[in-house]
């Protein structure tokens, strides 16, 4: 590991150091621990559609790009992944995010299209699918039992965003459930938010200077 890091951080220094030289192997936008993390990856996952907005991610600081952001994320979940490996989905489950995949891009044909163009594999959309499920499902297991509100902090959630149930019955069962709901994927947020700024304080992130 201290070897692949040692020549990964020497690619990256030549790359910063060397314009002209960066400009054929692409160039690097960050370094995590080891993990290369190019302007074409940012292309790509833009305009594949990739990133899920309910992926685990830390708060995109100001003047930061989200996609680059969102990698950095999602290499240091794999991490946590790869250290725990859970069981591997299979391939219905993969094949049903690839459509997923389609649908956001218009077609399958326009996937392909598009693949093509970015000079990417099919294999490569299929691998980032099934990395995509096995984030998911480590999380789910990892942080999938999360207090459940009490009757008091549902009321003061009621209280708190009246203008969200106005007219509507707040002692209706469906009311009630959809405040629980709310609260529940907002403390799952906060716990994941706290998970993945905790993962990059131990982490070895750079970012090369833009010139």
Sequence with gaps: MRIVRAVACLVLLLAVSNGAWAEIIDRVVALVDGHLITMSDVTIVNALHLIDPASPASPVEAGRDPTVEHLIDRILVLEEVERYAPAPPD?????????????????????????????????????????????????????????????????????????????????????????????????????????ITGLRRRADVVRPEVK
């Design 91 to 195: 391939d219905t489950a993969i094949d049903a995010r690839v459509a997923l995949i389609a649908q956001a891009n218009g077609s399958a044909a326009r996937v392909e299209e598009r693949l093509h163009a970015l000079g990417v594999s099919p294999a490569w959309l299929r691998q980032w699918a099934t990395d995509s499920l096995r984030i998911r499902a480590y999380v789910d297991q990892r942080f999938g039992s999360v207090v459940q509100p009490s009757d008091e902090e549902i009321e003061a959630y009621f209280r708190e965003h009246q203008s969200d149930f106005a007219g509507k019955d707040v002692n209706d069962a469906t009311v009630q459930s959809t405040a629980r709901t709310a609260m529940v994927a907002a403390r799952r947020r906060a716990v994941l938010t706290e998970w």
